[in-house]
């Protein structure tokens, strides 16, 4: 796998971004934080299968990547890991885009415009609210 990929994880755990092993993933598709959730190649077929009930729950992509658990623990700085989910939008979409999966970036794109639409959203409300109770109190 490359390195580029397997820096980029370590990154998304340093932010905060990533649930690592199998329940952290399991409880992170439960919770709907799951965007994109990933498998080692070698891991073993019940991971696997929980990994997709998990990615079904939330609906998100399962993506198995190319490198092995010890790899992918070395990026995390764990001695291995065969599971992992991301629980930010953008990162999943970078991900994404890196790997090449484009079905899994298109999902994530439209999902990251309702996200920021809504954000938009609260904003404004925010907005409108300290500006009609700043009228009321005689503000600006």
Known sequence: MDNNILAFIGLMKRAGCLA????????????????????????????????????????????????????????????????LAVTDTGFALSLCQKCGLDQAAQALE???????????????RAAARKAGSDTRKGGK
């Open 20 to 83: 690592a092993g199998g329940e952290n993933v399991y409880d992170a598709a439960r919770e709907g934080r799951a965007r994109l959730i990933l498998a080692a190649a070698d891991c073993g077929p019940n991971t696997v299968s929980q990994a997709k009930a998990a990615a079904n729950q939330c609906q998100a992509a399962l993506v198995r990547l190319d490198c092995g658990k010890e790899q992918l623990g070395a990026a995390l700085g764990m001695s291995q890991c065969a599971a």
């Open 110 to 124: 439209a999902r990251l415009a309702r996200e920021k639409k809504r954000k938009q959203k609260k904003t404004d």
